[in-house]
């Protein structure tokens, strides 16, 4: 399966596949470029400064090989793909190796039989033309702005949440909490300052923290109560806000990064 | 031109009678606030006005934008009308909004793009006939972005799916309709390096 490489910048200005030999056995290509084997062998087609329309199929062919050894030597997967084109290139370099047969001459017209590929190549070449036309639009599209959005509920993903909707959860949890039967048998007392030290440290490592979730992993109400105030102390000594994404929905409180 | 009437139940005797210049400003005022451009069609349902007056006090305002220069322009986009910055002051605009030009997209899909959007609806494997590999990874991509959009499938043995553009496609690439794209024959030149 051909692995395409999803970088995330192009620049088609800048852009040519280079091989690079640094030393006796060192060589280093950049690859990223070929989409695939037409690619290449139009790649290779540039940099011998061939007329596509008369292919010196010989050493095109030699060269594509050499780079699909290399490709091999460097344990790059060899794309199926590839070596479909290998093989094809190598019909064709055999076929005009073979001297023409005079009396077939007349009947078909003597076809190059590098056609078909130079055909491919020019369709191929077309839309790469084509996707450089539509990278150029995007970047211009990119510059153009339109009004900003309004701050409906619809759109806006993130309304901060009061502390009357933290209220309303700590509820909710609470109301559930009551119908469960509590076997009240360890007991660790859990301090103010432990609660905030657990959350602080959860918050650090992950980013982010969901409070319903938090909330419903502590078991006894005291633990409940001191989130609950642990969470209004975080919130209101340190660089984090509490983020809700529709009226409702789980609150998070997330590390503010301004 | 047939009177195409958008409500249905309204009949043209129920039209509002605006003046041009009121048909204008309000219309204006709608490009405005919408998020998306809006087509003549959506203008007449909203308004209660025909399609001629709507087309005619479009064309006006957007005359008034181009006479203007300023640094706003209106234009049809994605089948409809809608009110941008032009591109000339992105920067300053980016400094505002402290923002970066967003990630483009991969080579690769943007080839796999320009063949979906002129051989449309097109399917995988006349995609792969064209660009020579399997372009799945580019489809999802284009898909994930909603630039594209599966067309239903193909007729044929193992019927396949088929792909085409999206409206997002011409708004994001600014073009007005499909046929503003330019004729992919005139892209043959091959340069030599």
């Known amino acids: 399966m051909e692995h395409e490489d999803e970088q995330l910048e192009f620049d088609f200005e800048n852009a040519t596949a280079k091989i690079y030999r640094e030393s006796r056995d060192e060589i280093r290509l950049s690859i990223g470029e070929f989409a695939g084997p037409l690619d290449l062998l139009l790649f290779l087609i540039r940099r011998e400064q061939a007329n596509i329309f008369d292919i010196p199929v010989a050493r095109i062919t030699d060269e594509y090989l050499n780079y699909i050894k290399m490709m091999e030597k460097l344990d790059i997967a060899v794309a199926g793909e590839f070596l479909v084109m290998a093989a094809q290139l190598i019909e064709i370099k055999s076929r005009m190796l073979l001297p023409q047969d005079p009396k077939a001459a007349d009947e078909e017209e003597l076809e190059d039989p590098r056609q078909e590929l130079v055909d491919r190549l020019l369709e191929h070449q077309k839309y790469k033309n084509a996707a450089e036309m539509l990278w150029s639009r995007a970047t211009v599209e990119q510059a153009v702005y339109t009004r900003g959005r309004l701050d409906t509920d619809d759109n806006n993903m993130e309304v901060s949440a009061t502390v009357f909707d933290l209220f309303e959860q700590f509820q909710k949890i609470l109301e559930r909490k009551k119908d469960e039967i509590l076997m009240d048998i360890k007991r660790e007392e859990m301090s103010l300052a432990d609660m905030i030290r657990t959350m602080r440290e959860r918050l650090r490592s992950h980013k982010r923290l969901n409070l319903m979730e938090l909330f419903s992993t502590l078991e006894t109400r005291r633990e409940l109560v001191l989130a609950f105030v642990a969470t209004l102390e975080i919130v209101r000594t340190s660089a984090v806000k509490l983020t809700q994404k529709s009226t409702f929905a789980d609150i998070h409180l997330v590390i503010d990064e301004v | ?193």
Request: charged content about 30%; proline content about 4%; hydrophobic content about 35%.
């Open chain 2, 1 to 193: 031109m047939v009177e195409e009437n958008t409500n249905g139940s309204e009949s043209p005797a129920e039209y509002k009678k605006r003046s041009i210049g009121e048909l204008v400003a309000v219309i204006e005022s709608l490009i405005f606030v919408s998020e998306e451009p809006l087509t003549i069609r959506g203008l007449c349902g909203i308004l209660n006005e025909d399609k001629e007056s709507v087309a005619a006090a479009l064309e006006q305002l957007a005359g008034e934008y181009s006479e203007r220069e300023g640094g706003l322009q209106l234009r049809e986009i994605g089948g409809g009308w809608q009110l941008s910055t032009k591109p000339e002051f992105h920067e300053d605009i980016r400094a505002l909004l402290k923002t970066k030009p967003s990630a483009k997209l991969s080579l690769a899909a943007l080839e796999t793009l320009a063949v979906i959007a002129y051989k449309q609806p097109v399917t995988v494997p006349e995609i792969l006939e064209i660009r020579g590999v399997q372009s799945a990874s580019s489809i999802k991509t284009l898909l994930d972005k909603r630039l594209i959009v599966s067309k239903g499938r193909k007729d044929t043995v193992g019927r396949p799916m088929q792909y085409g553009t999206s409206k997002d496609f011409m708004i994001q690439f600014g073009l007005k309709d499909l046929s503003e794209l330019p004729n992919i024959e005139d892209f043959e030149d091959f340069v030599e390096g």
